[in-house]
């Protein structure tokens, strides 16, 4: 796949393609590690596809923001889901738009699912997520590993040292697998000592 840029995203929304289907495990794992605190929630989805995610997270008793940079995605997500409550779809490019639609006081969980290995920057990335996590919160990646990955298909995954280095800069890691995915959850002071929320 390797899509780069925004026109072969919308195409492919378009074309009524999507991504692996959110799991029983990976539904469960959440359910266990990300749990939505006591009488609810605010959860940031970044890159949220056609929202399946998004949906599961809502009906965990999380408000959802789910976000992604292709507005066939964002379109098709919002004809899918029409009768779904507490989702917020917005059309937003997490690497270069102005994040101001964003909770402004921020997240309890963060997720990427099936995403990170698709951005430019990731550690700028990390640094501002990391930035909207509210005390207590978690940020989780849900990433193909390269050695479960066909070489031709690379590029839709991240390989040990990458997954090292998204791990090092936060006080509690956690990795599990799920499905031959990695399944990070991230913890702690936000990356390089920033404020909880802007």
């Given at each position: 796949?390797?899509?780069?840029?925004?026109?072969?995203?919308d195409?492919?929304y378009?074309?009524?393609?999507?991504?692996?289907?959110?799991?029983?495990?990976?539904?469960?794992?959440?359910?266990?590690?990300?749990?939505?605190?006591?009488?609810?929630?605010?959860?940031?989805?970044?890159?949220?596809?056609?929202?399946?995610?998004?949906?599961?997270?809502?009906?965990?008793?999380?408000?959802?923001?789910?976000?992604?940079?292709?507005?066939?995605?964002?379109?098709?997500?919002?004809?899918?889901?029409?009768?779904?409550?507490?989702?917020?779809?917005?059309?937003?490019?997490?690497?270069?738009?102005?994040?101001?639609?964003?909770?402004?006081?921020?997240?309890?969980?963060?997720?990427?699912?099936?995403?990170?290995?698709?951005?430019?920057?990731r550690?700028?990335?990390?640094?501002?997520?990391?930035?909207?996590?509210?005390?207590?919160?978690?940020?989780?990646?849900?990433?193909?590993?390269?050695?479960?990955?066909?070489?031709?298909?690379?590029?839709?995954?991240?390989?040990?040292?990458?997954?090292?280095?998204?791990?090092?800069?936060?006080?509690?890691?956690?990795?599990?697998?799920?499905?031959?995915?990695?399944?990070?959850v991230?913890?702690?002071?936000?990356?390089?000592?920033?404020?909880?929320v802007?």
């Amino acid at each position: 796949m390797g899509y780069v840029v925004q026109g072969e995203w919308d195409q492919h929304y378009t074309d009524g393609k999507g991504f692996r289907p959110l799991g029983d495990v990976e539904r469960a794992v959440l359910a266990e590690h990300a749990p939505a605190p006591k009488g609810g929630g605010r959860a940031l989805d970044v890159g949220c596809g056609v929202g399946d995610l998004a949906v599961h997270l809502g009906g965990q008793g999380y408000a959802v923001d789910a976000v992604d940079f292709a507005a066939s995605a964002i379109a098709r997500a919002e004809s899918e889901h029409v009768d779904v409550k507490g989702v917020r779809w917005l059309r937003l490019d997490i690497e270069r738009d102005d994040p101001e639609e964003l909770h402004s006081t921020g997240y309890d969980l963060i997720t990427l699912r099936l995403v990170l290995p698709f951005l430019r920057d990731r550690a700028r990335v990390m640094h501002g997520l990391g930035g909207r996590l509210r005390p207590g919160g978690a940020l989780v990646i849900i990433t193909p590993t390269a050695e479960h990955t066909p070489e031709d298909r690379r590029d839709i995954a991240l390989d040990e040292e990458e997954i090292r280095l998204l791990r090092a800069d936060w006080k509690e890691t956690e990795r599990l697998t799920v499905d031959e995915l990695a399944v990070l959850v991230l913890r702690g002071p936000c990356p390089n000592g920033t404020s909880a929320v802007r």
